[in-house]
């Protein structure tokens, strides 16, 4: 049995990473998901969506991979979700991130939008505190 983080990897792999300016700061993340992981079994039988908590849980994965560092959620400043993610019909879903550096130390500003096509799923903005080692 694997544990619940590493069942948890499995619900998506990252595809590219894609620059949206010359600063690093603007990037696209290309996700595909796994519709066959266990958690669409559940959430819901017959109609599998991806969980809120699970996008801000990937977008999270995605802003400390790309620095290279450990991030924690500091504030979610809003978060709209606009339509629900099917991982049958939506297996390829796109991250457009800016980060910017926020007001306090080590803290990073997020904005980002979550879609596929022109389908938006979810409209995030917040800061993420960048650990210290």
Same mark, same amino acid.
């Given at each position: *049995?694997?544990?619940?983080?590493? @069942?948890?990897?499995? %619900?998506?792999?990252? #595809? #590219?990473?894609?620059? !949206?300016?010359?600063? +690093?700061?603007?990037? @696209? %993340? ?9 958690? &669409?079994? +559940? ?6 969506? !991806? ?9 999270? #994965?995605? %802003? *400390? ?12 400043? *809003?978060?709209? &979700? ?12 796109? &991250? ?19 879609? *596929? +096509? ?7 903005? +917040?800061?993420?505190?960048? !650990?210290?080692?």
């Amino acid at each position: *049995s694997l544990n619940p983080k590493a @069942r948890y990897r499995k %619900v998506y792999t990252i #595809e #590219e990473v894609i620059p !949206l300016d010359t600063t +690093g700061n603007k990037f @696209r %993340v290309v996700i595909r998901l796994n519709p066959d992981h266990d958690i &669409f079994k +559940g959430h819901f039988p017959g109609n599998p969506v !991806l969980p809120g908590v699970c996008i801000i849980q990937i977008l999270k #994965e995605i %802003v *400390s991979r790309q620095i290279r560092m450990d991030v924690l959620i500091d504030r979610i400043i *809003s978060t709209r &979700f606009l339509s629900m993610i099917n991982p049958e019909a939506d297996r390829v879903i796109n &991250f457009d991130l800016e980060l910017q550096s926020g007001t306090e130390n080590y803290q990073l500003l997020c904005n980002t939008n979550i879609y *596929s +096509g022109t389908n938006v799923f979810c409209r995030y903005k +917040g800061t993420f505190r960048v !650990l210290q080692k």
